[in-house]
């Protein structure tokens, strides 16, 4: 081949890969989710972009050649080595796993993690991830699932109360579900919001005090 055609090759190859790496460098930096490079074997973290040290609280110079491990990013220290092994299961990418992150303050943050470990760093394995934080959504679905629960058991009583109640001919006490026999008082008090206020009625008064005017 001619020499001029091979310096050309060489030099629309150096171009290209300049484009490709300003391109990623533009996507990862700017990207709104959580982007990291860390090596595989340790952790060791490679570059974060700007979403990463806002959510985490951690300046850049803090998390740039440390380890998240060593650095307590993971809530539970053994669930970065799960994530590896899912990665490595599924050929090299594993997409939308839920994890829990600590920040910085010790708060923890809910994402959803991604990552691939198609890339080679000093000859070494390194894996990208992306994070999305779900933590205000995770939030509003548990608050969701108590306000259904409780949504429920307050139909339940409802229910309760508007059904047929075995309820004794001679003391008036209500039988429950397991047999067991409650005051009349009792069972409508844990059964509902009702409480009571004890008085006399004008004939229980004339019967309990016939020597009084009312």
């Known amino acids: 081949m001619d020499k001029n055609k091979v310096n050309e090759q060489l030099i629309k190859e150096l171009q290209e890969l300049r484009e490709s790496e300003q391109k990623f460098s533009m996507a990862f930096y700017s990207s709104p989710c959580l982007m990291a490079i860390t090596r595989v074997d340790d952790g060791l973290i490679s570059d974060v972009n700007d979403a990463y040290v806002k959510v985490t609280g951690y300046r850049r110079d803090e998390l740039v050649g440390r380890s998240t491990v060593d650095i307590g990013l993971w809530e539970q220290p053994d669930a970065r080595h799960g994530f590896i092994d899912k990665v490595k ?71 309760t109360l508007r ?32 409480d009571f206020s004890h008085g006399i009625c004008p004939e229980c008064a004339k019967d309990l005090y016939p020597d009084i005017k009312l």
Do not use: F
């Open 89 to 159: 299961e599924s050929g090299g990418d594993r997409r939308n796993l839920e994890v829990r992150l600590r920040t910085k303050s010790g708060s923890i943050r809910t994402v959803l993690l991604s990552g691939s470990h198609n890339l080679t760093l000093a000859n070494e394995p390194h894996l990208i991830t992306i994070a999305t934080d779900i933590t205000k959504r995770k939030q509003m679905e548990e608050e969701r699932e108590t306000l259904l629960a409780e949504l429920k058991e307050a139909l339940h009583k409802i229910k």
């Open 163 to 194: 059904g047929i109640l075995p309820i004794c001919a001679q003391c008036k006490r209500i039988r429950d579900s397991v047999d067991e026999w409650h005051s009349l008082e009792k069972y409508i008090r844990d059964h509902s919001d009702t």
